[in-house]
């Protein structure tokens, strides 16, 4: 048949078409996680993806380092977050490219010999990877929530990690000075058990109890400093300055608030922990991937158009299509079901340990809180009004010095007890936030108590002055402590 108007119609159809499917593609999905950590971080980090590699220290401003900030400083400069969101830069680029149609393939044949040279065209399209595309994008679309949730559970983890190492930090700091006045009351213990031994009042087993029990306290405080040391270290990679100064004052939770119901903690982890999302992400994708094993074999499919001109033009359409003999398909089948069937199960085991995650959090919450008001509102008192009994009497000539050191020394026992609680009640809540799904969406579970303290501004003359201040920062109430 002639190269005439018929056969430019067909062509110009074909084209058309291609065109056509091109237009009807759907428009590429957004799913940036920034906005979302930094709504679930409760102290919106100034978050962005860098394109070159951070610097190794970066500066952190002030010796007040307040958790919030400290919060913010290790969102923003973490590298395995910004590794996460390059991940998740690379998931987007993989979506754009699914809904991008294969490009036709046109082949064009010359021959010589005897008479007039021979022509061949050919134009073909894959077709069934056309018919393939709503699949192939939704599967990229899901890979893409997928490694955008992946990011967000890299966020809480840097938070939970520094909000961990900040309380351990921050009760090391504040243990030093209360171990370093049981060391002195110690010591005066040992002083006068040494006076009494002189003046026969007293054996040499007083004066080793009081020696041991002094030896016992510097242990420990050497012990505590050595630590002190490690969590500041800690403290300072997670903020991005590995190699500043550390000499931080840091703020504390001064109240303990009530927690909602642990079923009301499960319900909202189920629905926002990252962690169950991206397993869920997960396998909505690989089943996408087995509905688009079952078309595997066929993949290969072209549907065109061939021309060829001898003396004269010859045009027609052409297909092609691969002979399932070897291969047909089934073993692709199967790998893809089994992949979305592992996915599966993952999901589930993913829900019981957010659970499981929750339920621990919430009961160690609770049981140290429990804890800590006991020593608030019994021990602390407690000790106080015998220290000052104790000191009464020995002024009215009834007790020695001892009794008195005595009574110090558990008063400051109790007191590092007070600050061993505050950490661990700390440690609990960060861990409970992040089962649940990060800061700002457990601050609505958490209930804060209210009472005179909460309107008093802190500051450096009145380190124990708490402060009200919004549920979506952490902690909700802070008070500054001085060393």
């Known amino acids: 048949m002639p190269l005439d108007t018929a056969y430019r119609g067909r062509l110009a159809v074909a084209l058309t078409l ?5 237009g009807c593609q759907t428009s590429p999905l957004r ?8 709504v ?5 980090p100034q978050l962005r993806l860098h394109n070159c590699e951070l610097p190794i220290d970066q500066a952190v401003d002030g010796e007040y380092l307040p958790l919030e900030r400290a919060v913010a400083l290790a969102v923003e400069r973490a590298p395995d977050l910004q590794a996460a969101l390059a991940r998740t830069r690379l998931a987007a680029a993989e979506a754009d490219q699914s809904r991008k149609l294969p490009n036709p393939v046109l082949d064009f044949i010359l021959r010589w010999g005897p008479g007039k040279p021979q022509f061949e065209i050919s134009f073909a399209h894959a077709f069934v990877q056309v018919l393939q595309m709503p699949r192939r994008t939704s599967a990229a679309d899901n890979r893409l929530r997928e490694t955008a949730a992946g990011a967000i559970a890299t966020a809480l983890d840097v938070i ?14 504040a243990s030093i000075p209360v171990l370093e006045a049981r060391l002195a009351v110690a010591r005066k213990l040992e002083d006068l058990a040494r006076s009494r031994v002189e003046a026969g009042e007293a054996t040499s087993t007083d004066v080793s109890i009081a020696r041991s029990q002094v030896s016992a306290i510097t ?3 050497e012990s505590v400093k050595r630590q002190a040391e490690h969590h500041r270290l800690h403290l300072a990679r997670l903020v991005g300055a590995p190699s500043s100064p550390t000499r931080w004052r840091f703020s504390t939770p001064p109240t303990i608030p009530e927690t909602a119901a642990e079923s009301q903690w499960i319900s909202v982890a189920l629905s926002h922990q990252p962690n169950i999302l991206e397993a869920r992400w997960r396998l909505a994708s690989l089943e996408d991937v087995a509905a688009l094993a079952a078309w595997s074999v066929w993949e290969q499919s072209t549907l065109g158009a061939d021309a060829q001109r001898d003396d004269a033009w010859f045009v027609g359409p052409s297909f092609s299509v691969p002979i399932p003999i070897f291969d047909d398909g089934s073993a692709a089948r199967v790998g893809a079901t089994a992949a979305a069937l592992e996915a599966r199960h993952k999901l589930t085991a993913a829900a019981r340990t957010a659970i499981q995650d929750v339920r621990d959090a919430w009961n160690s919450y609770a049981s140290v809180g429990r804890g800590l008001r006991t020593v608030r509102d019994d021990l602390l008192p407690t000790q106080r009004q015998r220290r000052l009994l104790v ?3 020995y002024r009215a000539g009834q007790l020695d010095i001892t009794a008195v050191d005595l009574a110090e020394q558990d008063l400051r026992a109790a007191e590092l007890q007070e600050l061993q609680s505050e950490r661990d009640l700390w440690i609990a809540r960060a861990k ?7 800061p700002s969406i457990a601050a609505g579970l958490m209930k804060l108590r209210t009472g005179p303290a909460a309107a008093t501004t802190p500051g450096r003359d009145n380190p124990s002055a708490a402060t009200a201040m919004s549920p979506a920062q952490l902690p909700p109430n802070m008070k500054e402590i001085t060393r």
């Open 18 to 22: 291609s065109v056509l499917l091109q």
């Open 31 to 38: 799913s940036d996680p920034v906005p979302d950590i930094q």
């Open 40 to 44: 679930r971080s409760g102290v919106d």
């Open 160 to 173: 939970e990690e520094t909000q961990t190492a900040y309380a351990e930090a921050r009760a090391d700091a």
């Open 219 to 221: 242990v420990e405080l």
């Open 391 to 393: 000191e009464e009497s």
């Open 432 to 438: 409970l936030e992040r089962a649940a799904g990060g």
